[in-house]
């Protein structure tokens, strides 16, 4: 495992002081010279892991030295996000943080910002196309990799369902196109069901229910999102009398995305089998340390970063700080390594 939270707190100071490889001034650039208030966004409030990063977005901003307006909800609604960015560009903001739910839609705000020349940090989703100065976001692709290897190393055969986040976001669809490709390439007597969620609890529950009634056999599940799915997860298998610890013979391989309390818990339990850990508190502390920077005029560029990740070209004209993604299982199982999601 990495740090621990401790350990985030004292280098945080540091982290944000340190200019990043490859960044150059631009004087011409920023719309606020690395000050002035900033507006941040998070897609919903219903996730115990967007209830963390919304918890931990003040607290780095003022360690960034940020003054940050209060975070805006936009409640899994595109519409509503679009209008919400508008509004705080309205009231002056010289810089934006948002996660956006769908990666084609949000260019419509990412272009009502170019227009205003303020510059926008994207956290967790990258955008289709449109300017943002750099996307925060940890290698999802890994995901569904590393949660394929857990289950397929407990499963030689049978059926494995898969929750799919929302597939008009890139994160949804990488974690749903690396676990099919890695279960197709590695693992070719498992045959993957899907599930396409949403993001939405009542959509995966629905779902869950009527392919375990078709199909009782089912060996594993893999949970986009335990915010979100763990729960109605566990209900279903308990309905349908299909809920056994970990290491019954008759229990159901259980892996999730996130690395909330709810999950570290569950594994404990021995309701889950892993997680793979997402970043709360560094998708906010690095979502403002590039956003202040790209306020202060800088431009960046590819290469490794002074925060034990990387910075590629995802696509085109979009740069994005790549943070790695720790699996989490009963072995290792900690609170305070688990990237500060426990706030």
Known sequence: MRRTIGVVAAVTALALATGACGSTKDTAGGGGGGSGKVGATVPLLTSPFWQAYNNYVPTMAKEAGLDVLPTVNADNNTQKQ?????????????????????SAAIVAGLNQAERKGVPVVSVDVRPESGKVAMVVRADNKAYGTKACDVIGEKVKQGKVIQIQGDLASINGRDRSEAFSGCMKSKYPQIQVLEIPAEWKAEKAASGLESLLTANPDVKGIYMQAGGVYLAPTLQALERKNLKFPVGDPKHIVLVSNDGI???????????????VSQPADDYAKYGLYWLKKAMAGEKFKKGPTDHDSNVVEASPGILEDQLPAPIVTKDNVDDKALWGNTL
Not at 82 to 102: H, Y
Not at 261 to 275: M, S
């Open 261 to 275: 309390p709810q999950e570290l818990d569950a594994i404990r339990k021995g309701e889950l089998d892993a997680t």
């Open 82 to 102: 679009i209008t919400d960015i508008n509004n705080l560009l309205n009231q002056g903001v010289k810089g934006l943080v948002v996660t956006p739910i769908d």
